[in-house]
C-alpha cells in the first residue's frame, strides 16, 4: 500500500497570502488527486490529473509534482479557502493522505 | 444533475452488520463506477471498495473479509454490506463516482452517519 503523508497537519494563514501544501508518496504515482472538505460538508474534488482544476475551481489554486512528490498552491489565499484539503492516489490500491487544515487568520 | 444519497441505519450494535443504501440519480450505474469512502469522527479518509460499471468489485484489503459492495441497477442504487462490525467502525459513510479510466472522485454523496454501539 502507498502512504501518502502530507504536511504541514494544520496551517494559518492570513488573506493575500501564498500557501503550499505538500504530499509526499511511499512509492512512485502516476498522478495526484486532491479534494477540499469543508467543516460538516463531504469531500469535493479540487485538482485532478496532478494540475488540472475541478470545474468551478478559482484559478488561485494549482498543483504540480510527479513521482514521489506533489504539492497544492493557493496563490493568493482567501477566506473561503478555509478546509481540509486531501491527497489521493490511485497507481495502486487507493489511498488518501491524512488531510492538511487551513485556517485563515 | 448527477446526485448520490447514502440511506441506512444511524446505530448499529457491535458485532452486526450494517447494511446501508447509495440511490443515484443523473447517470448510469452501468456507465459509472461507485466507491464507499468511510471518515471515523475527527479522522481522514478510508476508501472501502468499489462496484465497476459492468458489475465487478474491488475491496480494500483491509475490509475485503467483512465487506460485500453489490447494486440494483434497476432501482440505480448500489448497497454495502459491512460484518462484525466494531466501534472503530463509527464513521460518515460517503458513496462516491467516478468515470471510466478516471482514478477520482468527481462526485460525492452528502455521507450518512453511523454509530456502532457497544
Known amino acids: 500500500e502507498i502512504v501518502l503523508t502530507q504536511s504541514p497537519i494544520t496551517m494559518a494563514a492570513s488573506p493575500g497570502e501564498k500557501v503550499t501544501i505538500t504530499c509526499r508518496a511511499s512509492?512512485?504515482?502516476?498522478?495526484m488527486y486532491w479534494y477540499q472538505q469543508k467543516s460538516g460538508a463531504s469531500s469535493k474534488l479540487w485538482i485532478y490529473?496532478?494540475?488540472k482544476l475541478a470545474s468551478g475551481v478559482p484559478d488561485r489554486f494549482s498543483g504540480s509534482g510527479s513521482g514521489t512528490s506533489y504539492s497544492l498552491t493557493i496563490s493568493s489565499v482567501e477566506t473561503e479557502d478555509a478546509a481540509t484539503y486531501y491527497c489521493?492516489?490511485?497507481?495502486?490500491?487507493?489511498?488518501f493522505g491524512s488531510g492538511t487544515k487551513l485556517e485563515i487568520k | 444533475q448527477v446526485q448520490l444519497k447514502e440511506s441506512g441505519p444511524g446505530l448499529v450494535q457491535a458485532s452486526e452488520t450494517l447494511s446501508l443504501t447509495c440511490t443515484v440519480s443523473?447517470?448510469?450505474?452501468?456507465?459509472?463506477?461507485v466507491s464507499w469512502v468511510r471518515q471515523p469522527p475527527g479522522k481522514g479518509l478510508e476508501w472501502m471498495g468499489r462496484?465497476?460499471?459492468?458489475?465487478?468489485?474491488d475491496y480494500n484489503s483491509a475490509l475485503k473479509s467483512r465487506l460485500s459492495i453489490s447494486r440494483d441497477t434497476s432501482k440505480s442504487q448500489v448497497l454495502l454490506k459491512m460484518n462484525s462490525l466494531q466501534t472503530e467502525d463509527t464513521a460518515i459513510y460517503y458513496c462516491?463516482?467516478?468515470?471510466?479510466?478516471?482514478?477520482?472522485?468527481?462526485?460525492w454523496g452528502q455521507g450518512v452517519m453511523v454509530t456502532v454501539s457497544s
Open positions: 462516491t463516482r467516478s468515470g471510466l479510466g478516471a482514478n477520482y472522485f468527481d462526485y
Open positions: 490529473d496532478t494540475s
Open positions: 443523473g447517470f448510469s450505474l452501468t456507465s459509472y463506477h
Open positions: 512509492s512512485s504515482v502516476s498522478y
Open positions: 462496484i465497476r460499471s459492468g458489475g465487478s468489485t
Open positions: 489521493q492516489q490511485w497507481s495502486s490500491t487507493l489511498t
